[in-house]
């Protein structure tokens, strides 16, 4: 009896040392778990993302030629598709005739503005000239009067040595001959005198009539003047009609350039939906190109877990198609704001009915170690990082 009541008591020190150990490994557990949690913070909302480049065309047009497959990997600069060149050439010719023309035209009009700017010339130096010959004529004018003025001054003193010669004579003081003399020199002078004042009427006349010299020879240079100035703003129109054509031609050039269409960056073809013969529009989506390289990460972390995460922490990071591998990386930066408040419809909280939900905050992950490349990443690929908090 002492026996079986010794051997239970040796059970039940054994069965407690098991639970005691039992009990202290699932503390140092609880406690590793603990510590690793805090210092581990991972999140399965998480996949791979890029730049995807969605290639369209800038025209309207059909597609001759598809050069590239789906999945296919393209160079940069690489020809994709091309579209139907003819319509464009044909725009580009028209373009170039018209351009041809306004030149044309704009070197005529120079020709007729330089021809006219020499009338123009010509009818100023015959202005000038029929001033220089009104300033002669009003000179002459003032010679005239003044000759008048002195053979009348030469007539009044002839006409008093007639006067004072007759009455000696008729007295007997002085022969006939002197009093012929003083007649003579007197009809002489009264002759002179009406040549002046005929001189001077003439010369008044003449200069009366230049006026109108003047006026048109005033008119001609206006005239003249004014057409030049017609032909110089037509000129200037005409440059702008020229610039314009060289514009039009500039962009059907550009446009039958826009007819092939090339690959923006190393990458994958995918969503490729154009096929040759096929009518498209400009803008229109043809095909997408997907860079092997550039990758990185976008997490989606709970508010909570956000405020231990900083820039620059180390990530580690599981892909779902490889297992087996294991990516590095860093923090790079930490969206200022949650994904719903950028989302297409974002809540509107403002109604009765509310619930709580934890939000998360995306945080962008760069690779420091990437697979090789028998495990390529794809866009979309999920993963799980864990951020090492230091």
Do not use: C, W
Request: aromatic fraction near 6%.
């Amino acid at each position: 009896m002492a026996e079986e009541v010794k051997g239970n008591h040796r059970k039940k020190k054994i069965a407690f040392s098991i639970f005691a150990l039992v009990l202290i490994v699932g503390l140092v557990v609880g406690l590793l778990y603990v510590r690793y949690k805090k210092t581990h913070i991972s999140t399965d909302d998480a996949f791979v993302e890029g730049t995807v480049y969605t290639v369209s065309s800038r025209i309207d047009g059909t597609v001759e030629e598809v050069f590239v497959k789906d999945n296919q990997f393209v160079k940069k600069g690489e020809l994709l598709v091309r579209l139907d060149r003819s319509p464009y050439e044909k725009k580009l010719n028209e373009a170039l005739a018209a351009l041809k023309a306004q030149r044309a035209m704009l070197d005529e009009l120079g020709a007729s503005l330089r021809a006219q700017k020499k009338k123009v010339e010509a009818a100023r130096a015959e202005l000038s000239r029929r001033l220089t010959e009104k300033e002669e004529l009003v000179a002459l004018v003032s010679a005239r009067k003044a000759e008048l003025k002195a053979t009348e001054a030469e007539l009044a003193q002839a006409r008093l040595d007639l006067r004072r010669a007759e009455g000696l004579y008729k007295k007997g003081v002085i022969p006939r001959e002197k009093y012929d003399r003083a007649d003579t020199a007197y009809r002489t002078i009264e002759a002179k005198v009406e040549a002046s004042k005929a001189l001077l009427a003439q010369a008044k006349t003449r200069l009366k009539g230049f006026e109108k010299v003047i006026k048109q020879a005033e008119a001609s240079v206006k005239a003249e003047r004014a057409l030049y100035e017609k032909l110089k703003a037509g000129l200037k129109a005409q440059k702008a009609k020229v610039k314009s054509a060289e514009a039009v031609v500039a962009l059907t050039r550009l446009q039958l350039t826009y007819t092939e269409v090339y690959a923006p960056d190393d990458g994958y073809v995918t969503k490729k939906s154009v096929n040759r013969g096929e009518q498209i529009r400009a803008g229109q989506p043809l095909l997408a190109i997907v860079p092997g390289d550039g990758l990185y990460i976008v997490a989606n972390y709970k508010e909570t877990k956000i405020k231990s995460i900083k820039k620059g922490m180390k990530v580690r990071i599981k892909v779902d198609a490889y297992p087996d591998i294991e990516l590095t990386g860093v923090v790079d930066s930490i969206m200022a704001g949650t994904g719903a408040a950028f989302s297409l419809f974002p809540p509107e909280n403002a109604t009765g009915n509310y619930v709580k939900v934890v939000q998360r905050i995306p945080v962008k992950i760069i690779l420091t170690k990437g697979p090789d490349s028998s495990h390529p990443l794809r866009v979309g690929m999920s993963v799980v990082p864990t951020v090492l908090v230091q």
